[in-house]
């Protein structure tokens, strides 16, 4: 069975500050791992993703995340936060092609001038 | 390419009535899934369909909640009876191969 845990359920920043949201997850087969953010009143929008190849993940707004299989960690980082970046924040793992993804219970980044 | 649609996007009922929701994946998108997130929490998968057939159905309350994809196009999902529970986002979505594109979600208040 798979599972995600984000060890933050908020974390609040200044706006320009480095940000980093903790993410663990636990798997018996190869994982496929994924960062999510979702806007008040939207739908969830993929930040970024690692299926295989370099561990370090660049995606959208900025935003990068490692895969560490050793610690089974894929945290998210970000050098400098806007206030744009305020949102709630899900990692979620998935098996195979097709298979649906297991979120975590997000992670909550609020960012203040 | 337009995206995964949902209607309605917010819904209120009373405890016991019954609810649909509706879908339209992406153009071309095989695999359509269905989730449930509460409030606070991540999305949790309901029902997942490979064209029009059932893929995986574990997580969904069968006494009171069912899903169908006829055509392998358009799914809806309901609710009958619906209880305070029930109140979440009920998120769509889609994918080809790998990566699931999702829906605004459609927002439901059981009262």
């Known amino acids: 069975a798979q599972s995600v845990t984000q060890l933050d359920s908020q974390v609040p920043v200044f706006e320009e500050a480095p940000v980093e949201l903790r993410c663990n997850y636990s798997?018996?087969?190869?994982?496929?791992l994924f960062w999510y953010v979702q806007y008040p009143n939207q739908g969830l929008q993929l930040l970024l993703k690692y299926l295989s190849g370099s561990t370090l993940v660049k995606g959208i707004n900025g935003f990068e995340a490692e895969f560490n299989k050793s610690q089974t960690s894929f945290h998210l980082r970000k050098p400098s936060v806007h206030i744009s970046d305020t949102a709630e924040y899900f990692c979620a793992v998935r098996g195979q092609a097709g298979t649906a993804l297991i979120f975590g219970k997000g992670t909550t980044l609020s960012v203040s001038s | 390419e337009a995206g995964v649609a949902q209607s309605p996007r917010y819904k209120i009922i009373e405890k016991r009535q019954s609810v649909a929701f509706w879908c339209n994946p992406i153009s071309g998108h095989a695999t359509l899934y269905w989730y449930q997130q509460i409030l606070g929490q991540g999305p949790k998968l309901l029902i997942q369909?490979?064209?029009?057939?059932?893929?995986?159905d574990s997580q969904l309350p069968k006494d009171r909640f069912s899903a169908e994809r006829l055509k392998g196009v358009d799914s809806t999902l309901k609710i009958q009876p619906a209880k305070l529970e029930d109140s979440a986002v009920y998120l769509c979505a889609s994918s080809l191969v790998g990566e699931q594109y999702f829906g605004p979600g459609t927002r439901l208040t059981v009262t």
């Open positions: 369909f490979q064209n029009n057939g059932v893929v995986d």
């Open positions: 798997s018996s087969v190869s994982v496929y």
